[in-house]
């Protein structure tokens, strides 16, 4: 049974429908993936997850909990990570990480959640005088402090250098490994691809398409690449008769093929049968972010 | 430890970070309360004032605006801070509720204001020889309805203003008409009869008499009690009424 069920969910601001039908299910122990451009209603959708917003309509049970009606239990069982949420100023990291402790009836130890955080040497710092990326990291401690069995973490590794998210990283996938359900909120394609399990791209409050990072990678249109610059040309005929190639570019004596990896079987066949060298050979996989700006954009064509 | 005793404790630590507002509620009182104390024409016996001094007066009048700074001025940046900085949403996520964290303030802010009460009354009776209060429950009783008030004017003002900034703003606005009803420029007792009548009517006008009274050593007029009461019932359901989480 999943642990997060999302059924017709629709929050409207104003006149304007920020969640308009959105439905999806968790199951207990993947990292789920929420993407979509700015004003999505990602957030909005999170926010309901953990009870902050009452929807306009829609269910939606994190556990079996209604999250406005069961509060009191899911709050037990639920850790989140919020944007534009802070701390008192003159609260420092270590009264912070006793005071949110005190909250939980079984909590984690603090001290080591702060050392794989990297914040070990801040305890002492006073909230306000923290960087961007250490309230950050902060905020992740909070989150976990609790031993929730369901982590919401909304843009977890905003404001990070990249040795400091890919500790994150590591840290929310043994997050995972010990059974904790994660909601992650992101922007960053790299995390999505790496992290998530599942992905649901999100676009003008809906979900566009839910499937694994590979899936929605297959789904585009972009496919596998294949570039090189051939030591002699090759013919168009030959060219031509290369399987499922979506598209030929030639530039600068640089030949690209969009296609499959038959395509690319071909390519490497044809070139062995033409004795032709290809230097500076590279083959990629069109990656998530292609899938997702393709997945998010303007349908107006 | 509890996680209402967690979050008491934690507030408890932030309070004692902030200087001036521990100056303004414990502190100046007393100081205000020594400067006029050393001029002498307060210290002698005045027929106008029944054969009372001014610095008599002006006890009862120090004791409400330790009230005052707690719950009008100090107070409700706090409490707005707290809400604009997203600390309030923060904490609903948890298992303790956000009002516990209201709560703790405003426990510790009446407790700063009792101790710069203390202070008044003790500086008084050492330094100027004023008469402890006479009627220790009914002093009491008038103390505690007039913090209430002070404490619901303040929350009250958190409740109708949106952001920190304006919340401070609207809080100075409101503190100096109360200051005057509670007679800090002329104590309520030396006002002429008509204002004197008008203000008793008023949150600190009524509780200034109240107190002067229980100092004086009889119980205070029931209607000061039930005006002061009354004032606090209705700021209390108005802070409660229009106060928003976010």
């Known amino acids: ?301 | 430890m509890s996680a209402s005793t967690a979050v008491l404790r934690a507030e408890l630590r932030l309070l004692l970070r902030e200087p001036f507002s521990l100056f303004w509620i414990v502190a100046f009182p007393t100081v205000l309360l020594t400067i006029l104390g050393l001029i002498p024409a307060f210290r002698e016996a005045d027929p106008d004032l029944g054969g009372r001094r001014v610095i008599d007066l002006y006890v009862p009048v120090n004791v409400l605006l330790a009230l005052l700074m707690a719950g009008i001025q100090v107070l409700p940046p706090v409490l707005s801070g707290y809400r604009e900085r997203g600390v309030l949403r923060r904490m609903s996520t948890t298992p303790v509720r956000p009002v516990s964290l209201l709560a703790a303030q405003i426990v510790l802010h009446l407790a700063a204001a009792l101790a710069s009460v203390l202070l008044v009354v003790a500086v008084g009776r050492i330094a100027f020889d004023v008469a402890l209060p006479g009627q220790v429950p009914g002093y009491l009783l008038a103390l505690l309805l007039a913090a209430l008030s002070a404490l619901a004017l303040g929350a009250a003002v958190t409740a109708v203003t949106p952001t920190t900034k304006s919340t401070t703003v609207v809080g100075s606005i409101v503190f100096y008409p109360m200051m005057f009803l509670a007679g800090v420029w002329l104590p309520v007792q030396a006002m002429p009869d008509l204002l004197r009548h008008v203000v008793e009517y008023f949150p600190f006008g009524a509780a200034s008499q109240a107190l002067d009274q229980a100092a004086g050593g009889s119980w205070p007029d029931w209607a000061h009690l039930g005006v002061t009461a009354a004032w606090a019932a209705v700021l209390i359901a108005a802070a409660a009424r229009w106060f928003r989480w976010e």
């Open chain 1, 1 to 301: 049974m999943p642990i997060i069920e999302v059924n017709g969910l629709r929050k409207v601001y104003g006149d304007r429908p920020v969640v308009d039908d959105v439905a999806f299910a968790v199951e207990e122990g993947e990292i789920f993936g929420i993407l979509g451009p700015n004003g999505a209603g990602k957030t909005t959708t999170v926010e309901c997850l953990g009870g902050l917003r009452v929807p306009d309509a829609g269910t939606v049970r994190v556990a079996g909990l209604d999250p406005r009606a069961d509060r009191a239990e899911l709050t037990r069982i639920l850790g989140v990570q919020l944007q534009e949420s802070e701390l008192q100023e003159k609260l420092t990291v270590r009264e912070a990480l006793e005071l949110y402790s005190a909250f939980y009836p079984d909590p984690a130890d603090w001290r080591g959640l702060a050392e794989r955080l990297g914040l070990t040497a801040r305890l002492n710092a006073r909230f306000g005088k923290l960087s961007g990326g250490q309230k950050q990291r902060l905020f992740i401690a909070l989150a976990l402090v609790g031993r929730p069995r369901v982590v919401i973490l909304d843009e977890l590794t905003t404001g990070l250098d990249p040795r400091a998210r890919r500790d994150t990283w590591r840290l929310i996938e043994e997050v995972r490994d010990s059974g904790v359900t994660v909601v992650l909120v992101t922007h960053f394609m790299e995390e999505a691809q790496r992290l998530c399990d599942r992905i649901a791209v999100f676009k003008q409050g809906r979900v566009a398409a839910l499937d694994t990072p590979d899936g929605l990678v297959r789904r585009s249109a972009g496919g596998t690449v294949i570039s090189f610059a051939p030591s002699r040309s090759l013919s168009d005929e030959d060219l031509a008769g290369l399987p499922e190639a979506a598209t030929i570019e030639r530039r600068n004596g640089h030949l690209t093929v969009h296609g499959t990896d038959t395509t690319v079987n071909a390519v490497i066949s044809l070139l062995a049968r033409r004795q032709i060298t290809a230097h500076q050979l590279r083959v990629t996989d069109s990656t998530l972010d292609d899938a997702f700006l393709e997945l998010t954009e303007e349908q107006e064509h």
